[in-house]
């Protein structure tokens, strides 16, 4: 779980002080350092800057060897913030309701869930044993069960060739009640065992992600799969998520990030995140597209291998891809203006 972010006074409070604790440090080596990231700050005070992709690829994974100098070569104490906000959306523990029922009603079946909370809720993840299915919901909301409000339009519920799609989301606020309405219009009805109900972040929205440089350097077509290699700008980056640029205009793909590994002398693959995406058009409602794989993992290597689990269907037409990471911040406390030096890259450094 994220630790509280230190008020701004308490923050400075503890620049000053690594400030006094090195004021008589030697000067650093700089040229230990492989890299050097020019920092210009205009006035003195806090300062603050994000490490670009080439800071992390060659730093080690950690980040310990970063080191902030002034223009006299003497080392500046600084903080690092890793603002995990986004990875404590997905970690939130998920909690099944307080009661679970199922009611057909004409051509749609409806989900009844009292929830026994009184927190704010983000998704509500439905569970069915059902291996091959498509299907439009509605979702409301209510405080007694009876007084009903829309949470929007309609969203797909799937399971197909190992792709599914079963969150709905929810409008981030306290309700005792959520009801789904399955369409059953088209096909047969299916039956859902359960849901879990996952809980809204304390923090009111995530910080957004910033990008990194991704390139689609390599793609291979094998039976059922496409494999493309992902190349980014630099190794150690912590990311986020990988969007998938498809042109095609319906389809439902499960997806599998791996990196290459090399354990003794054999060389194989290691899964670092999965997800399913999909461009739908329900009957009477917009297009619907979900097309990022979350991700939450920090690459010793610039490559990434996508699979794409196309089943029986055709390959997509995806011709590039889009990478973000984690937020990461670096504040130091400039006792003046002028250049400062960003150095990285050296391995022997505590």
Known sequence: MKKPRRPLPDLLALLFALAAAASDAAALTSTEWQN?????????G???????????????????????????????PYLLERDLISRGLENAPAFPPKSFR????????????????????????????????????HVDISADGATWTSVGAAVPLFRQFGAE???????????????????????????FTGARLRPSPAQAAPPALTPVGAEITRREEFAGETVLTVTLDGKNVPLASLQLAAKDALFMRRVTVAIREVRGELSGERPVGAGTIYRLALAGEPEQAQLEVPLDFTP???????????GDSPPLAIDAVTARQHPVSLVFLAPAAGNYLLLSGNPQAA
């Open 36 to 44: 050097r990231q020019t920092v210009v700050v205009s006035a003195p």
């Open 46 to 76: 806090l300062a603050k800057l994000a490490p670009p992709a080439a800071t992390f690829d060659v730093a080690q994974m950690n980040l310990a060897d970063l080191r902030v100098v002034d223009a006299q070569g003497r080392e500046v």
């Open 102 to 137: 199922t009611v057909p009603a004409g051509d749609t079946t409806q989900l009844i869930i009292e929830t026994g909370t009184g927190g704010s809720l983000d998704a509500l993840e439905l569970e069915t044993t059902v291996p091959y299915f498509l299907k439009a919901a």
């Open 165 to 191: 799609q079963l969150r709905l989301l929810l409008p981030r606020k306290a309700t005792a009640f959520v009801r789904v309405t399955v369409d059953d219009f088209r096909s047969r009805p299916i039956t």
């Open 300 to 310: 010793p290597t610039r490559e990434l291998l996508v699979h794409i689990h196309n």
